[in-house]
Each structure stands twice: as structure tokens, then as C-alpha cells.
């Protein structure tokens, strides 16, 4: 079996390789998979993330959320807190800056943040995943730190994690690490994966 970074590489060059135009198509379908399902539509507190590096776009999620009366929040980096995420609040017309890693976020206004257990429901980001609910990220722990704390929850599951990814990026197996926080779902551009 490849190793985490080897799977890393090979998973984000394919998804690098997608033209704008497929990843368009792909993201389209996705979010028509998305919006079937209960976990998105009975949500009312919405983390999403705006993609880079060949990422599912989230455009066309946002927009049906903000269409339907959603709260949307993007994660905003942190430097003092260990690599965790905030959350703040995305409208249509909120300033976005770049941070450390070049990625767009809202600029944080201290009193548009939400506590990360006050979400309803979070779209992650991943690099890859599994039947199992394991997710691979881009191996900062910046999401698996952010969430630790619904490691210990046995009954009360709030956010739920959905990963969004394309379909070839299910492997077939993803051992996990002690630090990982498990996936409620993961949408794809072809299925829905609920663990």
C-alpha cells in the first residue's frame, strides 16, 4: 500500500489534471447529490471552504445555501491557537483576504465567528477517503484538531463532517491515525457514502 504523502501526491496531480471545465461538471453533480440528502437540507448553520489546488467547487453549495436561508461560515487560520480554525461568517459581500497558505477567507470580524460546536454541518475538503468514513487530508490536522472534541461523543454528533471529493478519490482502504476524526458522509460527483 502507497504511503499518506504518495497517496497525497497522486490523488491531488489527478485532481489537478481535471480541466475547469470537468471540475465544473463534477461539482454540479456533486452539489445535486448534496441537496437530496436530510443532513443538508434540515442544516442550518453551514461551514463550507472555497477550493484550491483542484478542489470540488463550492460555489454553486454556497449559493443554495444563502438561496435557502443558511448561515454560511468559512474556516479562517488561526496563528495563535495551535493551527485550529475559526469560523466566520460569508455573505455575499464579505472581504476576503489571503493567509498564510495563499487561501481566501473572510477577514476576521470577531462577532461574525461561530464556535466550531455551534455548526450544524461542515463540507470538507479532502485529498481522499474511504468506506469506512476516514478522510485524507492535506496532512495540516487543521480540521482533525478543529474537531477533536467529537472523537469522545457517543450520542451527540453536532457539526456532522461531510467530505466533498471527486469519486476517484475513494481508496479502497485508509488506516486511521489515533488524531483522525472520522466523516459522518462524504458526497461524490456519483454517490453518497453515509458511515
Known amino acids: 500500500m502507497p504511503s499518506r504523502p504518495d497517496q497525497r ?27 437530496r440528502q436530510t443532513l443538508f437540507r434540515s442544516a442550518s448553520r453551514v461551514a463550507a471552504y472555497l477550493p484550491q489546488d483542484g478542489e470540488v467547487e463550492t460555489r454553486t453549495l454556497i449559493e443554495l445555501c444563502w438561496s435557502t436561508g443558511k448561515q454560511v461560515y468559512l474556516p479562517v487560520l488561526v496563528p495563535f491557537l495551535d493551527n485550529r480554525l475559526w469560523f466566520a461568517r460569508y455573505r455575499p459581500d464579505t472581504r476576503l483576504v489571503r493567509n498564510r497558505f495563499g487561501i481566501a477567507e473572510p477577514e476576521i470580524v470577531h462577532r461574525h465567528r461561530i464556535e466550531t460546536h455551534a455548526l450544524d454541518l461542515v463540507l470538507a475538503p479532502l485529498v481522499g477517503f474511504d468506506r ?5 487530508g492535506m496532512g495540516g490536522g487543521f480540521y482533525d484538531r478543529s474537531f477533536a472534541f467529537l472523537v469522545g461523543r457517543k450520542h451527540w454528533r453536532k457539526p456532522q463532517l461531510v467530505g466533498l471529493a471527486y469519486e476517484f478519490q475513494q481508496l479502497p482502504s485508509l488506516p486511521p491515525q489515533p488524531w483522525d476524526v472520522p466523516l459522518t458522509a462524504v458526497a461524490t460527483d456519483t454517490d453518497w457514502f453515509q458511515f
Open 132 to 136: 469506512h468514513g476516514n478522510r485524507l
Open 9 to 35: 501526491r497522486q490523488l491531488r496531480a489527478r485532481r489537478r489534471a481535471l480541466s475547469k471545465r470537468e471540475r465544473l461538471h463534477r461539482s454540479d453533480a456533486l452539489c445535486r447529490h448534496l441537496a
